[in-house]
Structure formats: structure tokens, C-alpha cells
């Protein structure tokens, strides 16, 4: 290229003492400017290549250090000063005071904008190995009830104490008495005061995470599990008993690699390039049903300041993970982790995890099932 490039210049350079006259005329003037520019430009690219590369990867390295200092140093830049909340603190005032402005939607994820109206903040004293959190809507009394029947059941599995806890948010519809009777009965909701919402799962996951970093930090282990769940409590506790399983930065469940974000606009899972500008997540735990080691809820809440809610909750928490600089561990037996409804089968059930099923009623009639004494295979 730079050979041919010199050679078009001599060949130029030679016609230009030819026709001396009419260099000046404003065509040929123009066309000099070029070929000199051409040939700047191919003397860069060929011989001084290397250099040129060096310089321009020295130049990509500091820029992604500049960033990463950035993004973790320096957050009032992407945060209005207006809009910064003090960490860990649930705000006292009203909602008004919450640090929505028009246009910007950073901080609705951020929980310490949000405060419990049901907090049940004692329920945590026995210092559980385990808190089971389900978030679910208000008005889905039948799904809590087949939960307390079943694997929320028992207060103690294997030896560990466990905790079942349903997380709600508000609900225009819901009959505000009837929660605080069942919640008297039961002592295990906990209500936050933003929205209840298909939309807003993240910030229900992200009010969960501050619940237990500030309601139950002692706490070993937490999970997350969806409310239409078949969840074989035994198992997991016998899984995190398993001698070398990480009492910290531990995040397990059906890890999710290199899934390409939905632009899809008709679809439930459609996000918006103005709320999550990469072509595909983290790597992440599907939402059914992840398991944490109870110290990342409050690093989440930390690192969640600064980075912009989008409405998939299990690839949010994977991308808080990535800011952290930490990845998902896939569990000792994946097969344990099932994301589909089939049919029942007793041998089956009785050696996963997690599997989704269709209704309440399923819930009750396989566990009842799955609970009769005798061989399960
Ligand atoms: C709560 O919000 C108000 C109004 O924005 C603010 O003045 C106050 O400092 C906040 N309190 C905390 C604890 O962040
Ligand atoms: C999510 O919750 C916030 C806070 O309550 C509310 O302002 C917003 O409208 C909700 N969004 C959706 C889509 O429900």
C-alpha cells in the first residue's frame, strides 16, 4: 500500500514540474492537498504501523482504567448530586422525596428509595443458615399458603434453621387489612412501598437484598425463589452442607452464559438500548431460583448506586456481580437446577433442586406426594 502510495506521489510530484502553469489553478491545488493527505495516511498504516497500534492500545488501556476508576471512584458523575442517597439508610420521608426526575430512571432499582411498610425485622433473630425470599404479588394468597404447606414448611431442615419470607410491593387492589391478618398469623411478609409490578421485579430483588443486609446480615445463606416453584428444601440445604462449598462472593443456581439481550418490543423480556446498551448479559443465575451466600445482598446494594435498573432481575443481579468483579459458580450438580414443567415423577422430584410448575394446586399435590414415606426411586 505505502509503495504504491510513494509511487502515485513521484508519478504527481513528476507531472507537477510539467505543467508548472497550472498548478495554480484550483482543481490541481485541491488534488496535491489529497494525494498528500493519501499518502500521510498510508505512511502511517505501513511503515510506522507498529508504533502506531502501540500507541493506540496504550491509549485503549488507559481509557478502560480511567473508566474503571471511574465507575468506581467517582459516581457523582453519573449521578446528579440532587439524586444521591446516603447508603443503607432507608429514607424516612415520603416517596415524593424520591429522586425520580424526569427522564432519568437510574435510581428506581436502588432500594434505600423505597422503605418497608411490613418489616418483620425480628423473625431473624435464631440466626437462620438459610432465608428462602419469594417475592410475590399482594393479591396471591394462594400461592403463600401452598408455600406454608410445603417446602416453607419447616422452620428447621437437616439440622439448619430456615427462614421463608414472601417479599411484596404495593398494590392498589389489595385489601390492606387482610395482609396485616395474615401477616399476624404468619409473621413472614415483608412489604415495600414501591409499585407491585411485572416491571418492577428489580427493584423487588433489590428491596429483598436490602432487607437482608440490613434486617439479617447474619444470615449464612439466602435464596431467591419464584413463588410457582417446586423447591426440594432438602437437597438444598444438604448442597450447601457439602464441605467446600464458599461461605462467601457465592452465587449458584441455573447459570445463564452469553444470552443475548431481547430487542424484541413485543416481547416480556424486551429491553431498551437506553437501559442496557450491551448485546448480551453477564453471565447469571436464571431468576426461578438462585442461592447467595448472605454476604453479597449488601455489596449489591452498594454497587446497584451505579448502575442502571433494567427490568430483568436475574441478569441485573448478574451484572452487579460482573461490577464487583465476581462471576456465578456453577453448583456441585447442575442437573439439580430444572427450568422446565413436565410431568411429575416421584424419582425425579425427589433428586433435583428447583423445577417450575403450573399452579398452587401442583405444588400441593406433588410434595404431598413426594412426602409419603417409602422409596422414592
Ligand atoms: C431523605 O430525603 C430527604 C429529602 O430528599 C433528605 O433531605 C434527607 O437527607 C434524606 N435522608 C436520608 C437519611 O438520606
Ligand atoms: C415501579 O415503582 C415505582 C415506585 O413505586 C412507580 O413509580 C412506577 O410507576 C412503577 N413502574 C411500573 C412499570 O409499574
Redesign the pocket.
Known amino acids: 500500500m505505502s509503495f504504491n502510495c510513494l509511487f502515485l506521489f513521484r508519478e504527481i510530484t513528476k507531472d507537477l514540474c510539467r505543467h508548472k502553469i497550472l498548478l495554480f489553478q484550483s482543481w490541481f491545488q485541491g488534488l496535491v492537498v489529497l494525494c498528500l493527505l493519501v499518502f500521510v495516511i498510508c505512511l502511517a498504516l505501513s511503515d510506522n504501523a507498529l508504533l502506531w497500534s502501540k500507541r493506540f492500545s496504550l491509549h485503549t488501556q488507559y481509557y478502560l482504567l480511567f473508566n474503571q476508576i471511574y465507575q468506581a471512584r467517582a459516581p457523582a458523575y453519573r449521578v446528579h448530586p440532587k439524586h444521591k ?2 447508603l443503607n ?1 432507608i ?3 415520603t416517596e415524593s ?1 424520591a429522586v425520580q426526575p424526569e427522564g432519568v430512571q437510574y435510581h428506581q432499582a436502588y432500594p434505600s428509595n423505597y422503605q418497608f411498610v411490613m418489616d418483620n425485622a425480628e423473625v431473624c433473630k435464631n440466626t437462620p443458615f438459610l432465608v428462602l425470599m419469594v417475592p410475590v404479588a399482594p393479591k396471591n394468597i394462594a400461592a403463600r399458603d401452598a408455600i406454608r404447606q410445603t417446602w416453607g414448611k419447616d422452620s428447621v431442615v437437616n439440622g439448619e434453621v430456615v427462614l421463608t419470607l414472601f417479599m411484596l410491593g404495593l398494590d392498589g387492589g389489595a385489601d390492606v387489612e387482610k395482609l396485616k391478618q395474615e401477616n399476624q398469623q404468619h409473621h413472614d411478609l415483608i412489604q415495600s412501598n414501591f409499585m407491585d409490578s411485572y416491571l418492577n421485579l428489580t427493584i423487588k430483588t433489590m428491596v429483598i437484598m436490602d432487607w437482608l443486609a440490613t434486617r439479617c446480615p447474619t444470615a449464612a445463606y439466602a435464596m431467591k425463589v419464584d413463588s410457582d416453584m417446586f423447591l426440594n428444601i432438602d437437597n438444598l440445604v444438604f448442597m450447601l452442607q457439602t464441605p467446600g462449598i464458599p461461605k462467601l462472593n457465592y452465587l449458584t443456581g441455573m447459570l445463564m452464559w452469553n444470552r443475548p439481550v431481547v430487542r424484541s418490543k413485543n416481547s416480556k423480556w424486551y429491553v431498551p438500548e437506553e437501559m442496557y446498551p450491551d448485546p448480551q448479559y453477564p453471565t447469571y443465575t436464571l431468576g426461578m431460583g438462585y442461592i447467595f451466600s448472605n454476604d453479597l445482598p449488601a455489596k449489591f446494594v452498594e454497587v446497584s448506586e451505579y448502575i442502571k435498573p433494567f427490568n430483568i432481575e436475574d441478569a441485573y443481579i448478574g451484572e452487579c456481580m460482573k461490577r464487583l468483579g465476581l462471576s456465578p459458580t456453577s453448583p456441585p450438580n447442575p442437573s439439580q437446577f430444572k427450568a422446565y414443567n413436565s410431568k411429575y415423577n416421584r424419582c425425579e422430584f425427589s433428586k433435583i433442586i428447583t423445577y417450575i410448575l403450573g399452579s398452587s394446586e401442583q405444588l400441593i399435590n406433588y410434595w404431598t406426594d413426594y412426602k409419603k414415606p417409602g422409596p422414592h426411586c
Open positions: 442517597v446516603t439508610t429514607n424516612e420521608t422525596s
